[in-house]
């Protein structure tokens, strides 16, 4: 019970950190996979806002170091805590939404 709070607050909390420095981002596209310790991760892809256009691209290297900084955060700090908390339910290809933070 408390594992499922928790999981509905990670996001929301990642969400806060985001937009301190991506303003408008609403759209989390994320991969869920195994790394290389067999520990599963989660990690973004792009982030977008409402519009659907893309504010970070994990393909291209961000001009602020700050942003940069705040995904590294996000992904292994909150995201990672997402996976322990839900299992297999992020792996591969998802989503995360402000309306479902």
Request: charged fraction near 25%.
């Amino acid at each position: 019970m408390i594992g499922q709070q928790l999981a509905a607050v990670v996001p929301q909390v990642a969400f806060g950190r985001l937009t301190a420095v991506l303003p408008g981002a609403s759209t989390l596209q994320v991969e869920g996979s195994f790394n290389e310790d067999w520990l599963r991760v989660l990690r973004i892809h792009r982030v977008l806002d409402e519009s659907g256009a893309v504010l970070f691209d994990a393909a291209e290297s961000h001009d602020r170091r700050a942003v940069e900084e705040a995904i590294d955060e996000v992904n292994t700090e909150y995201l990672d805590l997402l996976m322990d908390l839900t299992g297999d339910a992020y792996m591969g290809s998802h989503e995360i939404t402000t309306d479902r933070a």
